[in-house]
Each structure stands twice: as structure tokens, then as C-alpha cells.
């Protein structure tokens, strides 16, 4: 099962929690569940040297960003935002899906964010470098979204009248269509179907194309794919939006042409082999090619995994995992029912506590207070929790409050920095860039592989029901055919509030 979640895992009890990338859940022959993860490594993780040549990375790209609300962050919010810098590492490795302690969020850092939105939410974390942990490097990741003035495109003056065009046409791109065309829309709608129909036509001729489709239903479906309208468009504006001539060229003298895609050109055993294949290696499409399809190009293996993800077998196949247990929230165990060897015993006499002997402790709603132990957290100070953890070396007689324990748990140091934060620092601490990290003046990362990254561009709900509620006023299918034309979306937001107030108050008339 293929998955994208950032977790955290636990392999330790007094170590901070690992953050890994899910690529894969799988179940082992003793039924057991395995995550194959790619490895994110936090500053701590990796030696002074690397943490050097990170800190000259973080100092390019601050002063690129231009953020001046960073240079007066608390020396308390830049030593946190230390704790939120992450490496990618091109490293996998598969670890028990028991040891799966929650969920976060990972992201590339781009230019457009500041730093400190990291530290207003839970579980958030950023990364700008890949850390190679056989070679010992870092290199700059080169999946960065590049924004910014001197990415922007240099926007030529208009033509005057009677001006001629200096440019070298063939260079630039070529029109494939027009919205400004004769034809309306009914007319263009017509033709699609023609197109629809000559392409049916031309599967019942074709004998490959009927043992793939063997009925007229499958036929039509296949008919009506993207391919086909693609094909429809591109004839309207090589004729010169002629209707006459468009459907001729749809039909030539050798017979009605046939678009087919990569979904209809594969057999049925080619698409159980990959389906195979996919199980064994994932989206490594190389492998695939090499060891399951190598009479398929690697482009045409590419775009049918695409399109088989919009199919129903994809979604069964993904129902079926989904039934067997393979879901991530199964396996999310935010506490072990083993002790923790780090938790301190609260069962102590009064005479040890330090400054709030006998004093109750709050805790979580619904918990007992106790007393506090010993000396105060060594991240906080605080002298009450309602529960201790050693943390540090045991001559130390180190201790953390709950709260700072957690903090430590998630993002691998302390809230303030102390004599013990855990933490390998560049060799010069007070010499701090604006988001707490040493000053670098020289040098620059190499370019690695460009991760994968996700983007997910979400609508509010009001956005989701003006597309039902005015319809007749945004017209989608006319404005995709003419993507020049502005949308006012100030007076389609302003109907679909005048058209949600009519339909409630009918609604309520309609109760009452």
C-alpha cells in the first residue's frame, strides 16, 4: 500500500522520537506489519562539521528571504526553531508499524513563509538540505518553489499600432486553440459528440480494439476519453474551426481515425504484471521496466500508472488494504503499556521535595495530584508536575516535567537552552543568525535529486457551494474554453450569499 504520511517512531525511551516518511505499509509472513520509511535526521543527528556548513545555507537563504520580523525573535523562539530543522536523507529502511507514536508535518522550505509560522503549530517541522549519511554531506535540495522578484518574467511593452514584431515567432509557443473562434458553443459541444461517435465507430472496425472492448458500452466509454476530445479540439483548429472540413478530417479517405491512450493500448496481462510489480517495488518505475515490463518505454509506463490510479481497480485494490488492517490510524500507539524506565516514582517522602514539600501538583483532568520531586525541570524550572522523567546522565540527577518531557520526545531538545540541551551546536553560539543559527559569509551547498513533494490547493466551502448555487453565472465549461476572460468573483460571492439566505428562508418557510 503506497502512502505519504510524516510519523513518529519510537526506538528508544529516552532518546527524542524518529520522524519518518511512510512510502509503503506491508504485511510480513507472520502477519506482522512493516513500514518502509524514508529517514529525516534532526541537527543533533549529525556532526559540527555539517552543522556548520547548514548554518551558511540557513544565511544565504535568510537574507534572500528578506524577513526583518526575524532578526527580533526572543533568543528563546530562535533556540526553538533550531528543534524544527530537519535533513532529508535519500535512506530507507522499514520499521515495525507498532512503533508508529503519531503523525507531523514536513515541509520544503520556499521563500514565501516565515520561520516562525513553524513554531505556532504542533508537530511542524522544515528542511532545505539532504543529509547523506554514508558520505557524511549535505546538499542543497533542488525541489525549492522559487519565488520572488528575479524569478518573475520580464513583461514586454504593448505593440502600437502599425509596429511590427521584432521577435523570432518560431521560438515562441504555438497557438493550439482559440477562444475568440466563430463556432458557439452548442456547435463545439456538437462536434465532440461527432468526434465521440466516429471513435466508437472506429473501434468496432478495428479487430485489436474489439477484443479489448468487447462491448458497445466499453466501446463508448473508451471513446469518450481525454485522447479522443484532445484529437477533436486540436482538428477544429488545424481547420480553421470549419465544421465541414473538421468532420472530414475526422474521417479520411482510409478510414475514421483512432485515438487510443496508454489505459486501452494495454492488455489485460500487461496490467496484472504491473500491478504485480507495483506491489513488489513501489513507484521505482526503473525497476519495473527492467524486471517486469521491458518491451514498455519508461514515459509510457509513467503515464499509465496515472491514469490506472483514476480506475475503479485502483480503488478496490485500495479498499481491499484498507479492510486487511493497512491503515495508518491502526497503528498510531501514542503510549506503550510497557513502563517507561525514564519516569521518576512520585512515591517519595516529603523531606527530598525542593521547595514544595507537601504542595499538590496539578496534573491532566481526571488525574490524582502528587507531590513534586527533587529539584526543579531542567528545561522550565518549574518544582511541580504531575509526573517526573530522568532525562540527562544518571550522575546528573537530571529531571524534565511532563510538559518539557513531551517537547523533548517531539522535537529533540530542550524549550531553553541549559548545560545538558542535547544539542551539537557550530563552534560559535553567540554568533547567531536571526532564526538561531551561526553567521556564514561563504560557500554554498550543491544541488541534489528533487524530492517528491506534495502540493494540495484547497477551496473554502463557500467556493464549493457557489460552483452548485450559480452555475448559470460562473458557466465553468465556457470559461475553460476561454481562459483569457476575467471571473469576478466578488459578484458571484455576493449572489451565492443572496441565493443561501432565499433558499434558507424558503427552507424555514417550508418547516414552519
Not at 532529508?88 to 513563509?113: M, W
Request: with cysteine.
Amino acid at each position: 500500500m503506497l502512502l505519504a504520511y510524516y510519523v513518529y517512531f519510537e526506538n528508544s525511551s529516552s532518546n527524542p522520537l524518529l520522524i519518518r516518511r511512510i512510502e509503503e505499509l506491508n504485511k510480513t509472513a507472520n502477519g506482522n506489519v512493516e513500514a518502509k520509511v524514508v529517514c529525516f535526521y534532526r541537527r543533533r543527528d549529525i556532526s559540527s562539521t555539517l552543522i556548520a556548513l547548514a548554518d551558511k545555507h540557513a544565511r544565504e537563504l535568510e537574507e534572500e528571504m528578506e524577513n526583518p520580523e526575524m532578526a527580533d525573535l526572543p533568543e528563546k523562539q530562535k533556540h526553538q526553531l533550531r528543534h524544527r530543522e530537519l535533513f532529508l536523507s535519500r535512506q530507507l529502511e522499514s520499521l515495525p508499524a507498532t512503533h508508529i507514536r503519531g503523525k507531523c508535518c514536513v515541509t520544503l522550505l520556499n521563500e514565501t513563509e516565515a520561520l516562525k509560522s513553524y513554531l505556532d503549530r504542533e508537530d511542524a517541522f522544515f528542511y532545505s538540505l539532504v543529509y547523506d549519511p554514508q558520505q557524511k554531506t549535505l546538499l542543497a535540495d533542488k525541489g525549492e518553489i522559487r519565488v520572488g522578484n528575479k524569478y518573475q518574467a520580464d513583461i514586454t511593452d504593448l505593440l502600437k499600432e502599425d509596429e511590427e514584431d521584432g521577435r523570432d515567432l518560431e521560438k515562441l509557443e504555438e497557438k493550439i486553440w482559440d477562444p475568440n473562434s466563430s463556432l458557439t458553443e452548442k456547435q463545439i459541444d456538437q462536434f465532440l459528440v461527432v468526434a465521440r461517435s466516429v471513435g466508437t465507430f472506429a473501434r468496432a472496425l478495428d479487430c485489436s480494439s474489439s477484443v479489448r472492448q468487447p462491448s458497445l458500452h466499453m466501446s463508448a466509454a473508451a471513446a469518450s476519453r481525454d485522447i479522443t476530445l484532445f484529437h477533436a479540439m486540436d482538428t477544429l483548429h488545424a481547420t480553421g474551426y470549419d465544421m465541414t472540413r473538421a468532420i472530414a478530417a475526422l474521417v479520411p479517405q482510409g478510414g475514421p481515425v483512432l485515438c487510443r491512450d496508454e489505459m486501452e493500448e494495454w492488455s489485460a496481462s500487461e496490467a496484472n504484471l504491473f500491478e504485480e510489480a507495483l506491489e513488489k517495488y513501489g513507484k521505482d518505475f526503473t525497476d519495473i521496466q527492467q524486471d517486469f515490463l521491458p518491451w514498455k518505454s519508461l514515459t509510457s509506463i509513467i503515464e499509465y500508472y496515472y491514469m490506472w490510479k483514476t480506475t475503479d481497480r485502483y480503488v478496490q485494490q485500495l479498499a481491499c488494504l484498507i479492510s486487511a488492517g493497512l491503515t495508518l490510524p491502526l497503528f498510531v500507539c501514542p503510549s506503550s503499556n510497557k513502563p517507561n524506565p525514564n519516569q521518576l516514582s512520585n512515591n517519595v517522602k516529603p523531606a527530598l521535595v525542593n521547595g514544595a514539600a507537601g504542595a499538590g501538583v496539578p496534573g491532566p483532568p481526571g488525574s490524582v495530584p502528587t507531590p513534586g520531586l527533587g529539584r526543579a525541570c531542567e528545561s522550565c524550572y518549574t518544582s511541580s508536575s504531575y509526573q517526573w522523567y530522568s532525562w540527562g546522565p544518571p550522575n546528573m540527577q537530571c529531571r524534565l516535567c511532563a510538559s518539557c518531557w513531551t517537547y523533548w520526545k517531539k522535537y529533540g531538545g530542550l524549550k531553553m537552552p541549559t548545560r545538558l540541551d542535547g544539542e551539537r551546536p557550530g563552534p560559535n553560539r553567540n554568533n547567531m543568525s536571526p532564526h538561531g543559527l551561526p553567521l556564514r559569509h561563504s560557500g554554498s551547498p550543491k544541488f541534489a535529486v528533487k524530492t517528491r513533494q506534495a502540493f494540495y490547493l484547497q477551496t473554502t466551502g463557500l467556493t464549493r457551494m457557489a460552483r452548485r448555487l450559480c452555475h448559470d453565472i460562473i458557466r465553468p465549461r465556457y470559461l475553460a474554453r476561454h481562459p483569457y476572460l476575467p471571473v469576478n468573483t466578488a459578484a458571484i460571492k455576493a449572489e451565492c450569499k443572496d441565493r443561501i439566505s432565499h433558499l434558507f428562508t424558503s427552507l424555514f418557510n417550508l418547516i414552519s
